[in-house]
């Protein structure tokens, strides 16, 4: 909803008491604290809103991110997406969605500089980073080290404080993809990559990966310049599952540290942060351009899901899949093309063709295509939620820095609709429900 929709008065009559009750629409909503006052005695509490998910209901005023899913329509702070990714770089973006407007050059040159300046990480977090399992799962770690850093940083904990702020965000922005290098060099018995500040943004990031025995590591100029695409392209996505958690965690009042190791942890999960991957098992799968209609019908008759298809806020074209599918074919002329792209480009054909697809609005989505980008780059599957984490962290800042600032914020405390037992007096052992017994109705407590 936008500030343009205009505003009134909602008429209400409660047909269990016959009140009839104003209740005021402002930005095309009404405050759900307004129906509190609907109460059918004295002593009820009052109508609460039921919405699970939060399909219909804003937690927040935001002026960071707007999607108009219906348009195919993704912008921050009013710039089209597809104008940052063609003009801007990650770190501008960056810039952009924390501060609230592009830089001019000597802002940006001082914000680059500040990042850069905190890329390294205190050496005690290589025995964090030690203390994992080899096999640990790279996002599982980032979950761990993001929250260890507020151990490092206790002057964090002013969230009053701009100067603070400022500090944390730069220091998370600068540190993160240092984190990330390290627990994929980890995973693989690889000696760590100190940071090399000479190079960009993504392409540090790609040494800390990649580096091997070469004095000077030289990215792939084809290949930085796509993952600092992708990474404008995650940078922000308003109030998805990990922004809200980041929020949430963050109204308690937090450290910053601790309310991003949350989001990290939300992004953890296969429904947000794990699609890529699962598009590219999917494509595994199939194994061939041959097997697609087949799988199609498969997928028709409710056998699985069509991955990196669909999307709860998007029924149109994912704007950001658009230019993905462009940049994957520019990363393919530097790599070759992978024999997955061919099966990704026919499962796209007819299912835009499809019947079944048109009518439930179904267009392929971020994840379509990045995760033959990343795996086209040698980035491993499980490094596939890591990357997005990355390129979330300014968004995530941002989010957080206008929600602490927010003065009708309150801590995050929703409501509950209890349908359990009434009141009831604890019985001694004895005179219990038997276990195993036809009369006990404990089915999952697993004895
Ligand atoms: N393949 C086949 N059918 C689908 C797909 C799909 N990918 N997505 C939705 N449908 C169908 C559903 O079966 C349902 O059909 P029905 O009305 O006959 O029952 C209808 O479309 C609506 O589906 P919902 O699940 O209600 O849609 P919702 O908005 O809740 O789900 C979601 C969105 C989760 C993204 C879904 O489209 C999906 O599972 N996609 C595949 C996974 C994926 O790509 N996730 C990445 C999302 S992007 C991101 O998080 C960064």
């Given at each position: 909803?936008?500030?343009?929709?205009?505003?009134?008065?909602?008429?209400?009559?409660?047909?269990?008491t016959g009140k009839t009750y104003e209740i005021p629409v402002e930005n095309g909503t009404f405050r759900t604290m307004d129906f509190r006052q609907i109460k059918v005695s004295d002593d009820d509490f009052g109508l609460l809103g039921y919405d699970p998910g939060f399909l219909n209901t804003a937690s927040c005023k935001s002026a960071i991110t707007y999607i108009d899913g219906d348009r195919g329509i993704l912008r921050y702070r009013g710039y089209p997406i597809e104008q940052l990714?063609?003009?801007?770089?990650?770190?501008?973006?960056?810039?952009?969605?924390?501060?609230?407007?592009?830089p001019d050059r000597e802002r940006l040159d001082a914000w680059t500089y500040n990042i850069r300046h905190h890329t390294m990480t205190h050496s005690n977090i290589v025995k964090f980073m030690d203390?994992?399992?080899?096999?640990?799962?790279p996002m599982g770690i980032m979950v761990g080290m993001v929250g260890a850093l507020s151990t490092f940083y206790p002057d964090a904990k002013e969230i009053t404080s701009e100067a603070s702020r400022k500090l944390q965000v730069r220091r998370l922005i600068g540190k993160i993809p240092t984190l990330a290098a390290m627990s994929y060099r980890h995973s693989m018995g690889f000696p760590y990559v100190l940071p090399d500040n000479d190079l960009s943004y993504a392409g540090n990031f790609l040494s800390m990966m990649f580096k091997m025995t070469e004095h000077d590591y030289r990215p792939n100029p084809v290949l930085e310049h796509a993952l600092d695409v992708l990474f404008i392209l995650h940078a922000d996505h308003e109030q998805n599952c990990s922004t809200s958690a980041v929020r949430a965690v963050g109204s308690s009042g937090v450290d910053p540290y601790t309310?991003?190791?949350?989001?990290?942890?939300?992004?953890?999960?296969?429904?947000?942060?794990?699609?890529?991957?699962?598009?590219?098992?999917?494509?595994?799968?199939?194994?061939?351009?041959?097997?697609?209609?087949?799988?199609?019908?498969?997928?028709?008759?409710?056998?699985?899901?069509?991955?990196?298809?669909?999307?709860?806020?998007?029924?149109?074209?994912?704007?950001?899949?658009?230019?993905?599918?462009?940049?994957?074919?520019?990363?393919?002329?530097?790599?070759?093309?992978?024999?997955?792209?061919?099966?990704?480009?026919?499962?796209?054909?007819?299912?835009?063709?499809?019947?079944?697809?048109?009518?439930?609005?179904?267009?392929?989505?971020?994840?379509?295509y990045s995760g033959l980008i990343y795996q086209a780059m040698g980035f491993p599957l499980d490094m596939f939620p890591v990357l997005f984490a990355i390129g979330r962290i300014p968004g995530w800042l941002s989010q957080w820095t206008e929600h602490v600032q927010d003065p009708e914020q309150k801590i995050a405390r929703p409501r509950q609709i209890y349908l359990g037992e009434e009141q009831r007096d604890w019985a001694p052992i004895e005179g219990r429900l038997k276990c195993r017994t036809e009369e006990c109705v404990m089915t999952s407590c697993r004895l």
């Open positions: 909803m936008t500030a343009a929709t205009p505003s009134g008065m909602l008429t209400l009559t409660d047909s269990r990714a063609e003009h801007s770089t990650f770190l501008e973006t960056a810039y952009l969605l924390i501060k609230g407007e592009l203390g994992f399992r080899y096999d640990a799962h309310a991003v190791a949350a989001g990290c942890a939300a992004l953890y999960g296969p429904k947000h942060g794990g699609a890529n991957e699962a598009v590219i098992r999917m494509l595994l799968e199939i194994g061939s351009v041959e097997r697609v209609p087949e799988f199609i019908r498969a997928v028709k008759a409710g056998s699985g899901r069509l991955m990196g298809f669909g999307h709860r806020v998007y029924k149109n074209y994912d704007p950001r899949a658009k230019i993905i599918k462009k940049i994957a074919f520019e990363v393919f002329e530097e790599t070759g093309r992978s024999p997955l792209l061919d099966i990704a480009l026919e499962l796209e054909r007819i299912a835009l063709e499809d019947d079944y697809f048109i009518s439930r609005k179904l267009y392929p989505n971020v994840d379509f």
